[in-house]
T-cell receptor, first 111, second 114 residues
Framework: SQQGEEDPQALSIQEGENATMNCSYK?????LQWYRQNSGRGLVHLIL?????REKHSGRLRVTLDTSKKSSSLLITASRAADTASYFC???????????FGRGTSLIVHP | DGGITQSPKYLFRKEGQNVTLSCEQN?????MYWYRQDPGQGLRLIYY???????QKGDIAEGYSVSREKKESFPLTVTSAQKNPTAFYLC?????????????FGPGTRLTVL
């Protein structure tokens, strides 16, 4: 079963704009992770945020977590054409250590 | 270079045939995983293994089999019992069985049934 659901399913922006993707989940989590997948490739881990954290940064990436709303957002600032990819959130809950992936957001950044 | 490799990149199978997908890692990770990815459905867990000679079924294990004879290797066999095997298959590994550690993914194998 899929725990996290990303929104929107697809996002199209111009280079230089910011991109925001959201992830909602249903049950309490231990941590939430964001991954990127370029077309036809494997996933690459971006950021992990624990349930007791509210915000994390990595370069142009900013992730927030609101456990009261059971949601997370991924912000990519000053986007580049190379950011074109699918972005997945993955949640780890309860006694399981295995992330459960959502269906992803497809981001297209036009040069 | 450290990493996780999958082979082949593309695989074609006739109906009724079993095929084996290779996954190798040199990251010294204990845990390994197999996922299936279909368009619009994200990743679904097929099998996972925390240690050598031990593995557990995931959400969609029917029609698949695995082995874990070596720490570095976790091959997946798609059997003829799998009714709709055409998909993109991803192998992953992580440092331990604890969910605080990220998963490292291979480049994937695209399987097509002719």
């Amino acid at each position: 079963s899929q725990q996290g659901e990303e929104d929107p399913q697809a996002l199209s922006i111009q280079e230089g704009e910011n991109a925001t993707m959201n992830c909602s989940y249903k049950t309490s989590i231990n941590n939430l992770q964001w991954y990127r997948q370029n077309s036809g490739r494997g996933l690459v881990h971006l950021i992990l945020i624990r349930s007791n954290e509210r915000e994390k940064h990595s370069g142009r990436l900013r992730v927030t977590l609101d456990t009261s709303k059971k949601s997370s957002s991924l912000l990519i600032t000053a986007s580049r054409a190379a950011d074109t990819a699918s972005y997945f959130c993955a949640t780890v809950s309860g006694g399981s250590y295995i992330p459960t992936f959502g269906r992803g957001t497809s981001l297209i950044v036009h040069p | 270079d450290g990493g996780i490799t999958q082979s082949p990149k593309y695989l074609f199978r006739k109906e009724g045939q079993n095929v084996t997908l290779s996954c190798e890692q040199n990251l010294n990770h204990d845990a390994m995983y197999w996922y299936r990815q279909d368009p619009g459905q994200g990743l679904r867990l097929i099998y996972y293994s925390q240690i050598v000679n031990d593995f557990q079924k995931g959400d969609i294990a029917e029609g698949y089999s695995v082995s874990r004879e070596k720490k570095e290797s976790f091959p997946l066999t798609v059997t003829s019992a799998q009714k709709n095997p055409t998909a993109f298959y991803l192998c992953a590994s992580s440092n331990s069985g604890r969910g605080y550690n990220e998963q490292f993914f291979g480049p994937g194998t695209r399987l097509t049934v002719l």
